[in-house]
């Protein structure tokens, strides 16, 4: 939202104003701080399903319980993408499919880290015969690595609907 349309969204809510907002996201800033925030959690499997059931009968396509089965991982839990799958399903487009949605988070340099680590404690044993720089070495690199590893550590790119 532009600045000028946040200063009046401010002034309607001073004066008294119930405003709803919906977003994917909230920005908590400005206005949004002072929000209720309400999240709506993911529709179930069966929801989709159900969704992905009724565009077929919609479009005029017979699928199977086998064949919803199939194409609800090309959707993930986004009701909208679930229409597009038989959209797509019927125009013959999911045979090279590929998912659509990103529900995950990277864990592989959480694990890279976990192993830098260890190569930590390798210095401090081969340490312990005073040689400090060889220490302070050893750990400023292996310490260094691990952060740069933990650095990276995203959630997914996107909440769905963004």
Not at 26 to 37: K, V
Not at 41 to 68: C, F, H, N, V, Y
Not at 106 to 131: D, E, Q, S, Y
Request: charged share 20%.
């Amino acid at each position: 939202l532009t600045t000028g349309v946040r200063y009046w969204l401010e002034d309607a809510i001073s004066n008294g104003v119930k405003v709803i907002c919906f977003a994917a996201a909230n920005p908590g800033r400005d206005i949004f701080l002072e929000m209720l925030e309400v999240e709506l959690e993911l529709p179930s499997d069966k929801l989709i399903r159900e969704t992905m059931q009724a565009e077929a009968e919609r479009m005029g396509l017979q699928l199977s319980r086998s064949r919803l089965a199939e194409l609800q991982p090309l959707a993930g839990r986004n009701p909208m993408l679930a229409r597009k799958v038989i959209r797509n399903e019927r125009l013959g487009l999911n045979r090279e499919a590929s998912l659509q949605h990103t529900q995950y988070v990277v864990i592989m340099p959480i694990l890279i880290a976990c192993l830098m680590a260890f190569g930590v404690v390798r210095f401090i044993g081969m340490g312990t015969r005073n040689k400090s720089l060889y220490i302070f070495g050893g750990v400023a690199l292996i310490a260094g690595m691990t952060f740069k590893q933990v650095g990276q550590v995203r959630g997914a790119r996107k909440r769905l609907g963004q």
